[in-house]
């Protein structure tokens, strides 16, 4: 186990409305990082926390926003869900921003959206 | 082109055997690399990180040819417990965001 948490582990949503998504860093990293895997996919870069701040975006629309707290727990909020948001979402702790340290994914969170 | 690209497989093959794999980049200028393990309907796990001189952990050996800009994977003894989808990271030059490949599935029978 990596010491990550994700929850909840499973959650169906219709079109247009809004959900959050929580991670639990492992202990002593302050970096989390989210991702999204749609199925039969590779994880896609959301964005980056950093010491609470947002430390990188991908290529992902202003409705994918975030928030780190000072625990360095993390939340992921995506408005107005679209079809296409069905998937499953990763967080990954590592310790100091960048990448240039391995990151420890949670088990993720289900998303299905009808 | 898309920026990582990987063979889906599945590369189906026998214990004992070994198999290779490839992943290809598009962008010259990446960074760093890496291989990461996802089994079924789990996490993914950093397998081994990339090196210019190329890298061995056990029966697993992870090469870069920047030239060709491609990084490969290979597993020796292949055992029943390897068979899972193998992913290959590379990172943008400058910020290090990281692109996945969508994985190569491997599966090791009896």
């Known amino acids: 186990e990596t010491g990550v948490t994700q929850s909840p582990t499973h959650l169906i949503k219709t079109r247009g409305q809004q959900v959050t998504l929580r991670c639990s860093s492992q202990?002593?990293?302050?970096?989390v990082s989210w991702y999204q895997q749609a199925l039969g996919q590779g994880p896609q870069f959301i964005f980056q926390?950093?010491?609470?701040?947002?430390?990188g975006r991908g290529n992902f629309p202003p409705r994918f926003s975030g928030l780190q707290f000072p625990n360095y727990s993390s939340e992921l909020n995506v408005n107005a869900l679209e079809l296409d948001d069905s998937a499953l979402y990763l967080c990954?702790?590592?310790?100091?921003?960048?990448?240039?340290?391995?990151?420890?994914f949670g088990p993720g969170t289900r998303l299905t959206v009808l | 082109r898309k920026e990582v690209e990987q063979d889906p497989g599945p590369f189906n093959v026998p214990e004992g055997a070994t198999v290779a794999f490839n992943c290809t980049y598009s962008?010259?200028?990446?960074?760093?690399f890496f291989w990461y393990r996802q089994d079924c309907r789990k996490e993914p796990k950093l397998l081994m990180s990339?090196?210019?001189s190329g890298n061995e952990d056990g029966r697993f050996t992870a090469q870069l040819n920047r030239a060709s800009q491609y990084i490969s994977l290979l597993i020796r003894d292949s055992k029943l417990s390897d068979s899972a989808t193998y992913l290959c990271?590379?990172?943008?030059?400058?910020?290090?965001?990281?692109?996945f490949g969508r994985g190569t599935s491997l599966i090791v029978h009896p």
């Open positions: 990954a702790s590592s310790l100091a921003g960048g990448f240039g340290n391995e990151q420890f």
């Open positions: 202990s002593g990293h302050n970096t």
């Open positions: 926390y950093y010491r609470e701040e947002e430390n």
């Open positions: 962008n010259s200028a990446s960074q760093s």
């Open positions: 990339v090196y210019s």
């Open positions: 990271v590379v990172t943008s030059p400058g910020s290090y965001i990281p692109t």
